[in-house]
């Protein structure tokens, strides 16, 4: 298979290091343009970017040397993990310069004419993306990956939208890491909860209503269901927990969603995308689990894992669903956009 060439916006930053580890190895994608901001420009990465992760950066991209990010000479397809402060010019910019930006960035995610992607949930809503060229006039394109903590709660949701999913009340337990770097300090965590993560709740309510709507022309009509999120920062270094109550407009029993659950693909299983995970979806059947500490790491990151599937006396049932945020979350989410991309021919 060859290879298409790749680059980073945001490089030196948490998220960017998170789209460096990921993509070491790639089999569809190789890392050869790094993109950051005026002051790190011109350096070689290993003195432009402190390294955060563990280990050291991979030995061929430390030795590159960090780029502006602005049009240029980057390759086509382009990961950003761009400040949101800033992401919102510079992706429009090589979006009309022609290249295909995957974003990580919450900027254009509730724009109307661009897809924020879950490949397993909505692959239908890269349909937008023609939009984007005839409305704006881009050469290139926009598409979105959710926020950290919608995109575990989407897909714990997503085997369940046969049943008529009517009301949602969603409760997370955010991993500092979710945070960035530095992110939260010590003395704020250790020991403690935040009961308040900035734009998050609305994030999580804006943004499950569009992932789980439906495909209709040149829109997406949300999910008419009524949410409700509350966010907490907890002392967990990687892993969003969320515990979730649903209403039903059916009366599915716990069997019948048992075997959704445990059923549950997606286009990226049926075309084996590199980063696709054989059971997307995966219910532990321990009192206990998931945790964070024990499960968050299987298949590389990119799985959500259902617990705890009971009745609840206010809605009809309640769950908790853990996933990655940094990985399925983040870096790992938007590589897999791009990998459905590549497959539905929007790469070519």
């Known amino acids: 298979m060859k290879q298409i ?56 991209i430390a030795g590159l040397h960090v780029q502006e990010a602005k049009p240029g000479n980057a390759p086509r397809l382009l990961f950003s993990a761009m400040d949101a402060a800033v992401a919102t010019e510079i992706e429009q910019a090589f979006a009309q310069a022609g290249h295909a930006v995957v974003s990580n960035s919450k900027n254009h995610r509730m724009d109307q004419d661009v897809p924020l992607i879950v490949p397993e949930i909505n692959p239908d809503h890269l349909q937008l993306v023609p939009g984007q060229q005839r409305d704006r006039g881009w050469k290139g394109l926009i598409v979105t990956n959710p926020n950290c903590s919608t995109i575990g709660l989407t897909m714990g949701l997503a085997p369940l939208i046969p049943f008529g999913i009517t009301r949602i009340i969603a409760n997370t337990m955010q991993a500092v890491s979710g945070a960035g770097y530095p992110g939260v300090p010590s003395m704020d965590i250790l020991g403690n909860v935040i009961p308040f993560i900035g734009g998050e709740e609305e994030k999580m309510q804006q943004e499950t209503q569009k992932i789980l709507g439906r495909f209709a022309s040149d829109r997406i009509e949300p999910l008419a269901a009524k949410m409700s999120a509350h966010c907490n920062r907890v002392p967990v270094i990687d892993g969003h927990t969320i515990t979730a109550s649903v209403e039903f407009s059916s009366n599915p029993t716990e069997a019948d969603l048992r075997h959704a659950i445990e059923n549950f693909s997606g286009l990226p299983q049926q075309r084996n995308l590199p980063s696709a995970p054989k059971h997307p979806v995966q219910y532990m059947h321990e009192a206990d689990r998931p945790q964070p500490r024990k499960d968050v790491e299987r298949d590389r990151g990119m799985a959500a894992f259902i617990g705890r599937l009971r009745p609840c006396p206010v809605f009809d049932w309640k769950f908790v669903v853990l996933s990655h945020n940094t990985v399925r979350g983040a870096a790992g989410a938007a590589v897999l956009n791009a990998e459905l991309m590549h497959s539905e021919g929007l790469l070519d």
Do not use: C
């Open 5 to 60: 060439e790749v680059g980073i916006l945001g490089a030196t930053g948490m998220v960017g290091q998170h789209f460096i580890k990921f993509l070491n190895g790639h089999p569809l994608f190789k890392l050869t343009w790094l993109g950051a901001s005026e002051r790190s420009a011109g350096k070689r990465y290993s003195d432009a970017a402190k390294w955060h992760l563990g280990g050291a950066p991979p030995e061929a």
